[in-house]
């Protein structure tokens, strides 16, 4: 793990990539327990935009009042293709000089965390990551924040959506979000009582589905929720409508939950998370660890090197698609 030497006075943080419910009781933790510990901190807005442009503002303990049950990030977030430009970065660190700040913690998914880790190897920034991402596709962490609130709030709309499917005697196919992870989509389907779940790496197939729904049809079930992870290009669903329409004759209708899933008060889980990962991070780089990620290990918290957590692959929980398949009598 990699260590720096130098005190500590001022800590920058910054929320980057994709906003997730739980990112603001992060934030919380991180000023209060900084504050705590006599340090001061910054707030750098909107991801490595406010890197580049220097866009910093203190932070007190009273600012960070009311937030933890709020969904988004106060700090703002955004992607910045320019931060992929060496010039750009070496920018970026002549800001953090500029502003005496001198280390960094970074809430975002895994290309932020390729940005902070660049940080650290280029320019010796020292950097601790705490996962925030509702696709909980970050190798080295049980859980993200973000991912239960929007496994919580997908499961709402599925509860509201079987009611429909029941009283029409419907196949639905709803539509989740997790780029290329099949997380959100295996909680959901699980916790949903779903038929079927489709994600980028389950071997699912239409034929397999449409004979799920046939079987299903035979002992007398109606109504069929399936699930289908966005992967690359959201949309899919439809296609997987198209095909089930055709080879079953049977009225497929979808339904796609879209960025509802981002949004939201996040769940005390989410909260706790944050808070807990928000502390470790600090205590962290008060011990001069740096360039890792702050992950959970059975519930304990840990620190994970930024090399691999972004260079590893957290593979969907395929048995809880299998079981989820089974349970689906
Ligand atoms: P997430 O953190 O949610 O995975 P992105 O993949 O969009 O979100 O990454 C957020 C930002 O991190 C990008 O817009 C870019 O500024 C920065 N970033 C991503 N990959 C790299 C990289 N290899 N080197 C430097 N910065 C990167």
């Not at 992607?79 to 000089?97: G, I, Y």
């Not at 691999?308 to 969907?316: D, H, I, Y």
Request: hydrophobic residues 40%.
């Amino acid at each position: 793990m990699a260590q720096f030497q130098k005190d500590i006075r001022k800590i920058g943080i910054f929320t980057s990539g994709g906003d997730a419910p739980g990112m603001n009781a992060a934030i919380r933790a991180v000023v209060r327990i900084a504050t705590s510990r006599n340090l001061e901190t910054v707030g750098i807005l909107s991801g490595y935009i406010g890197l580049i442009e220097g866009l910093f503002r203190p932070l007190q303990t009273r600012d960070m009042g009311n937030i933890i049950q709020r969904g988004g990030t106060i700090l703002k977030t955004g992607r910045s293709a320019d931060f992929l430009k060496a010039d750009v970065r070496q920018q970026a660190v002549e800001n953090l000089k500029r502003a005496g700040i001198d280390a960094l913690v970074c809430i975002g998914g895994d290309g932020s965390f390729r940005g902070a880790h660049t940080l650290w190897t280029e320019h010796q920034v020292p950097v601790v990551g705490i996962p925030g991402t509702i696709d909980n596709d970050i190798f080295g962490t049980d859980r993200t924040i973000g991912f239960d609130t929007a496994v919580n709030t997908a499961l709402g709309a599925i509860d509201k959506i079987r009611d429909t499917a029941d009283s029409h005697d419907r196949v639905f196919i709803v539509e989740v979000m997790g780029r290329n992870s099949g997380f959100i989509a295996s909680w959901v389907g699980l916790a949903g009582g779903a038929e079927e779940i489709f994600t980028p790496d389950a071997n699912t197939t239409v034929d397999k589905a449409v004979d799920r729904i046939r079987e299903a049809q035979k002992r007398g079930k109606k109504s069929s929720i399936i699930i289908a992870a966005e992967g690359q290009k959201p949309g899919r669903a439809y296609d997987l409508a198209d095909a089930i329409r055709k080879k079953t004759g049977l009225d497929a209708k979808v339904c796609i939950l879209g960025h509802q899933q981002r949004g939201g008060s996040p769940t005390a889980n989410d909260r706790i998370l944050a808070s807990r990962m928000g502390a470790a991070a600090v205590d962290a780089l008060l011990k001069g660890h740096c360039d890792v990620m702050v992950g959970t290990d059975r519930d304990q918290l840990t620190l994970v090197s930024l090399e691999q957590a972004t260079s590893q692959e957290k593979k969907t929980p395929l048995d809880y698609i299998q079981l989820a398949n089974w349970l689906a009598t």
